[in-house]
């Protein structure tokens, strides 16, 4: 089955700066890299995703790359602020059904950005 | 926050019981899904349903059981037999891969703690 590995487990940033957070898959089917965001208590949100036949997509100051070679992809947040703090998650599905894919999840890393 | 619902917030619970979760939702999706969370791992599939009166284990189903009697309905129950079953449970639903919209949306969550 599918494996995702997520880097860092914590990152902690001054605002303003760039943060990065890396994830590796393992099953190259996979195609669709959703990555969620969880504020504390909350329920996990979408924030951005891609799909395998795109290698970069951005979304404002949120920016997610492909390496479907290396079977790796990365979430960019440029110019955080204290609100980007949160738990981020990545996650890989096999689309190539009709029906259910399995979303298979990283560990998670814990986002602080610092005033 | 409308469209999946969960309740109860927060569950306590003594030892020995069953504990049933709710999991609704309005946005005619026919898959459904069950999450457990814990800290400082991601998110793992308990169980999954892509249709009424239909559904499947996903990695972690020892202990629990579902039903899926409507559409809006996915509830989860905490068995006896689930020996760590203290966790943050989230429900989510999606529309199937043939319709090429794969986000999965997430319910509030539920906390259960077992004494």
């Known amino acids: 089955g599918e494996n995702v590995e997520q880097h860092p487990s914590t990152l902690s940033v001054q605002e303003g700066d760039s943060a990065v957070i890396k994830c590796t898959y393992s099953?190259?089917?996979?195609?669709?890299f959703p990555w969620y965001k969880q504020e504390l208590g909350k329920r996990p949100q979408l924030i951005i995703d891609i799909r395998s036949n795109v290698g970069e997509k951005k979304d404002q100051r949120i920016a997610v790359t492909l390496n479907k070679t290396a079977k790796h992809f990365s979430l960019h947040i440029t110019e955080t602020q204290p609100e980007d703090s949160a738990v981020y998650f990545c996650a890989a599905l096999f689309a190539g059904g009709t029906s259910y894919g399995k979303l298979t999840f990283g560990q998670g890393t814990i986002l602080t950005v610092h005033p | 926050d409308g469209g999946i619902t969960q309740s109860p917030k927060y569950l306590f619970r003594k030892e020995g019981q069953n504990v049933t979760l709710s999991c609704e939702q309005n946005l005619n999706h026919d898959a459904m899904y069950w999450y457990r969370q814990d800290p400082g791992q991601g998110l793992r599939l308990i169980y999954y349903s892509q249709i009424v009166n239909d559904f499947q284990k996903g990695d972690i189903a020892e202990g629990y059981s579902v039903s899926r009697e409507k559409k809006e309905s996915f509830p989860l129950t905490v068995t006896s037999a689930q020996k760590n079953p203290t966790a943050f449970y989230l429900c989510a639903s999606s529309t199937l891969l043939r319709d090429r919209n794969y986000e999965q949306y997430f319910g509030p969550g539920t906390r259960l703690t077992v004494t």
């Open positions: 099953d190259s089917a996979s195609n669709y």
